[in-house]
């Protein structure tokens, strides 16, 4: 019975290391700004662990935010309104994302000629 016990002990705590590495790894991509690899490993993480979505899911929004913001700056105005909405499918009350989405929308309708496009992109920050 004890080295039953001690091999689901070891099970678990290999389990519970691997799970936060899996979030380290998620962290250290958004660290580097790799967005969309670290979207994937804090989905994957909330997948086994919904009930930290209050803690992982602010994560998941900034890493949606700044891949419009990489998005726009390169003038995929498309791509940037699918992920300034998506930052608003998850919290429909980030009003950032709002400005960012008619941003977008406006670069989508307006074109990259346009000055006002143009200056409102040049200063658009990263969430940190």
């Not at 969309?36 to 900034?62: F, S």
């Not at 003038?75 to 499918?89: E, G, H, I, S």
């Not at 709002?98 to 969430?127: H, I, S």
Request: hydrophobic share 40%; proline share 2%; aromatic share 10%.
């Amino acid at each position: 019975a004890a080295s039953v016990k001690s091999e689901a002990d070891r099970i678990q705590k290999e389990a519970i290391a691997a799970e936060q590495k899996l979030l380290d790894d998620a962290n250290n991509y958004f660290a580097y700004s790799e967005f969309a690899g670290a979207v994937k490993l804090y989905e994957k993480y909330l997948t086994k662990h919904p009930e930290n979505v209050k803690q992982v899911q602010p994560q998941i929004i900034k890493c949606y935010y700044n891949l419009g913001v990489i998005a726009i700056r390169t003038w995929r105005c498309d791509t940037a309104a699918d992920y300034f909405r998506q930052v608003l499918f998850i919290d429909d009350t980030d009003n950032l994302s709002k400005e960012a989405l008619g941003l977008a929308r406006k670069c989508q309708q307006l074109g990259t000629a346009d000055v006002e496009v143009r200056k409102a992109v040049a200063f658009m920050e990263m969430r940190k």
